[in-house]
C-alpha cells in the first residue's frame, strides 16, 4: 500500500560490519511512495527525492557494537522513512522502536539482502530504534522472499523480533503452498537450495512450465 513519505534516511552495513553508510534523501513535500518489490539499496527511494550530501556519511566504525546492539536516533519527522540494510545471512532478532505507532516492515532484495523499513506516522520528530543484530541460520531472508505476497508470513518474524518480554513465543502461522510455484518456493518445499532447483530443472529431473514468459511449478507434479 502507498504511504505518505517526506524524508528518507538509508543506513547500509558493510565490510562484515566494520563500517556502514548513511545516505539521506529529502522531498519538497511529501509524496505518496510504494516500494518495488525485490530492491535494495539506495533503490529504495522516491524518484522525486533530492539527495541531501550535509547530512549523509560513510563511517568507518560498525553500526552495530560487539555485542551485535545497536541505536540509532534520528530526526525523521512525521511521515519521515528508514532503512537499514544487512549484510548477507544476517537479521535483527530484537527490535525496540520509540514512539509507538512507528510501523516496520521487512523488504529482502533480489540477492537476499534483508533491509528492515520503519515508517513514523506520527507527530513525533524523532525516532530512535534499539536492535540487535542475529545470524540467519534459519534462512528468514529466503523463506520470507518465497512468500513474499504472505503479509502475516512476513508479519511473524517481525512480531517475533519485537515481542515484549513475558509475552509467550509466537505461533509461526502455516505456509500454504500455491498449485503453481516459483522456484524459491519449490527449494523450501523440497529442502533444497535455489541453486539446486535450478540444476535439476536444467537437467529435466525437476519439470518446469512457462507461463506467461515466467517460470513456474506444478505442485501435483513435485509431489509425485
Avoid: W
Wanted: proline content about 5%; some cysteine.
Amino acid at each position: 500500500m502507498p504511504q505518505l513519505v517526506s524524508k528518507i534516511i538509508q543506513f547500509r552495513c558493510l565490510l562484515n560490519n566494520t563500517a556502514y553508510t548513511k545516505a539521506v534523501y529529502d522531498l519538497d513535500e511529501p509524496v505518496y511512495y510504494q516500494y518495488a518489490v525485490g530492491e535494495i539499496l539506495p533503490h529504495l527511494r522516491h524518484k522525486d527525492s533530492k539527495f541531501n550530501p550535509y547530512e549523509t556519511d560513510a563511517v568507518r566504525f560498525p553500526l552495530f557494537n560487539k555485542s551485535n546492539n545497536a541505536k540509532i536516533s534520528e530526526q525523521i519527522g512525521q511521515y519521515g522513512l528508514l532503512h537499514i540494510q544487512l549484510e548477507p545471512n544476517q537479521y535483527l532478532k530484537e527490535i525496540y522502536v520509540e514512539p509507538d505507532g512507528v510501523t516496520v516492515d521487512i523488504l529482502v532484495g533480489s540477492n537476499e539482502l534483508m533491509v528492515y523499513e520503519f515508517y513514523n506516522p506520527t507527530k513525533a520528530d524523532t525516532v530512535t530504534i534499539r536492535a540487535t543484530l542475529g545470524i540467519d541460520k534459519e534462512g528468514i531472508a529466503k523463506k520470507i522472499k518465497a512468500h513474499s505476497d504472505d503479509l502475516e508470513y512476513r508479519q511473524y518474524f517481525l512480531k517475533e523480533a519485537t515481542r515484549k518480554p513475558g509475552v509467550g513465543k509466537l505461533q509461526k502461522p502455516k505456509v500454504e503452498y500455491p498449485d503453481l510455484m516459483t522456484a524459491e518456493q519449490v527449494a523450501e518445499y523440497l529442502q533444497i537450495s535455489p541453486k539446486t532447483v535450478r540444476n535439476k530443472t536444467s537437467s529435466g529431473e525437476i519439470k518446469s512450465h512457462l507461463i506467461g514468459g515466467v517460470r513456474r511449478y506444478k505442485k501435483e507434479e513435485l509431489d509425485a
